[in-house]
């Protein structure tokens, strides 16, 4: 089986294919952005038509939450008409298109966790951009897995984890919300999991097509997530609860961005994957992958 990664210069790109490294039955060619570039759609066309591939899993994404409410037609083009394309192409080629999608999509207004049947209701560009992907997709691919997740953390690339690991050494006083709740998400667990999807699809020939959560348990607040963090890197730091209300951002941010997962679970009987234990184990393996330079979150 033949598998196309894209945007494999992600923190999830990276993590598939520090995964399909491993001795292991897919063949698959990954490509970043300089590479190909996803909104070169005759470029992405004569890839799709030369390589053929069973699988598309698509990890190129526009993911500076921020930066996306000033440069909308970038990321429109990246997270929605890009994929609309490869969508179509997907669907041409008989190629099953993984996609990966977000909890931006949810207005954070609910008390509950969010299920696949909540209405999408995005706050920031960034997360309608994403929302506009999953229907281009559903409209157009009778063979598609979309999985949204939710607060990604790594080893690799940009996010939570690093930034609050690089604000330790350098800040006396560390400030984050606490009246944000998500899921944080392991790369490595959702990369395995993802992985497990496929050898499934190789085997059978098929799979439970269709729009899934995919999130670490338990839920927390930034604020709980920063904390244990700090708590498995032991480190003594002065963290202090703040208010989203005291923290403004260009991109307004769901208050409670909780995925219930039960659907994926009960159609793949995969559980959630526990981030406490991947962090506990990032922790003791050190992280040797720190990015030296900063740019715009994408948490
Ligand atoms: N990070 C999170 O907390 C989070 C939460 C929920 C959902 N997700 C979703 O999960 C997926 C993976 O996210 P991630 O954290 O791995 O994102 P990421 O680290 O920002 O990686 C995205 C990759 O896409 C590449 N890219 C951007 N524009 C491209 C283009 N036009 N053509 C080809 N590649 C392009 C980027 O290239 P450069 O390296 O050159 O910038 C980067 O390597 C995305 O679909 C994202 O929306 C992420």
Redesign the pocket.
Known sequence: MKLLL??????????LLKQLQLPQQFQYLA????Q?????ISAVATVMAEYRPDVVI???????VDNAEQHAAACI???AT?VGQLAKLCQQYNSLLL??????VFNGQSNKAYTEQDIAAPLNV?GRS?LQAEHFIQATCSKYVIL??????SE?????YRTMLKLAQRDQIIQVVNDQFGCP?Y?GDLAAITLQLLQRYQQQGSLAYGIYHLAGSPAVSWYQFAKAIFAAHQLQVNLQVISSASWPTLATRPANSVLDCNKFCAAFAISVPQWQAALQQLALGGDNHMASQEQDC??
């Open positions: 894209l945007g494999a210069n992600g923190q999830l790109g990276q993590a490509l970043n952005r300089s190909l570039d996803i909104t070169d698509n990890c190129a994404a526009y993911t500076a083009a990246v997270n890009a996609q990966f999608s977000t909890d931006y960034y994403k949204r997740t939710s607060w990604l953390f690799f690339g940009h996010n939570f998400t790369a994408n948490f």
